[in-house]
C-alpha cells in the first residue's frame, strides 16, 4: 500500500493540541487522539510536532518495541521530498559544554554584593534607630 505523500508545510499547519501531527523518519503520524496518553505528557509531543523533523527526539528517548509498533495506529502518510541522508540532525550537548554554560550562569560575590548591602543598611538603621524606652 502506498502512503499518501504530505508536503511539509500541510505538516506545520497541524501544531495545536487538537490537531497534531509529528514527523518521525519521513511518516507522518496525526498524534492528536494519543496526546493526553503520551506517557512523557502532550508537551512533549506538541514540542515534537512544532520542531519539524522529531526523529532525534523520538530516538533519544528510546521508546520500547511496543510504542514503536503502537505508532501504526497513527500512520497517516509519508513526508514529501523527505531524504534521510539531508534530514536535520540534533545533536545532543557534551557534558563540558553544558557544565561550561552552567559555570557561566552561576553566581559570583558581585551578583550578592547589592543585596548584602541593602540588608546591613536596614539592620544598621534599624540598630541605631533604637530610642531609649522610657524608664518607669
Given at each position: 500500500?502506498?502512503?499518501?505523500?504530505?508536503?511539509?508545510?500541510?505538516?506545520?499547519?497541524?501544531?495545536?493540541?487538537?490537531?497534531?501531527?509529528?514527523?518521525?523518519?519521513?511518516?507522518v503520524?496525526?498524534?492528536?487522539?494519543?496526546?493526553?496518553?503520551?506517557?512523557?505528557?502532550?508537551?512533549m509531543?506538541?514540542?515534537?510536532?512544532?520542531?519539524?523533523?522529531?526523529?532525534?527526539?523520538?530516538?533519544?528517548?528510546?521508546?520500547?518495541?511496543?510504542?514503536?509498533?503502537?505508532?501504526?495506529?497513527?500512520?497517516?502518510?509519508?513526508?514529501?521530498?523527505?531524504?534521510?541522508?539531508?534530514?536535520?540532525?540534533?545533536?545532543?550537548?557534551s557534558?563540558?559544554?553544558?557544565?561550561?554554560?552552567?559555570?557561566?550562569?552561576?553566581?559570583?560575590?558581585?551578583?550578592?554584593?547589592?543585596?548584602?548591602?541593602?540588608?546591613?543598611?536596614?539592620?544598621?538603621?534599624?540598630?541605631?534607630?533604637?530610642?531609649?524606652?522610657?524608664?518607669?
Amino acid at each position: 500500500m502506498e502512503l499518501k505523500k504530505i508536503s511539509p508545510e500541510e505538516v506545520t499547519r497541524h501544531t495545536s493540541a487538537k490537531d497534531c501531527w509529528v514527523v518521525i523518519h519521513g511518516k507522518v503520524y496525526d498524534v492528536s487522539q494519543f496526546l493526553s496518553d503520551h506517557p512523557g505528557g502532550e508537551d512533549m509531543l506538541l514540542h515534537a510536532s512544532s520542531s519539524g523533523d522529531a526523529t532525534q527526539s523520538f530516538e533519544d528517548v528510546g521508546h520500547s518495541s511496543s510504542a514503536k509498533k503502537r505508532m501504526s495506529n497513527y500512520l497517516i502518510g509519508e513526508l514529501d521530498g523527505y531524504d534521510p541522508f539531508k534530514a536535520k540532525i540534533i545533536r545532543r550537548k557534551s557534558d563540558a559544554v553544558i557544565a561550561a554554560e552552567l559555570q557561566k550562569m552561576s553566581f559570583g560575590i558581585k551578583d550578592y554584593a547589592l543585596p548584602l548591602t541593602l540588608l546591613f543598611i536596614a539592620i544598621a538603621a534599624w540598630i541605631f534607630d533604637k530610642k531609649p524606652s522610657p524608664e518607669l
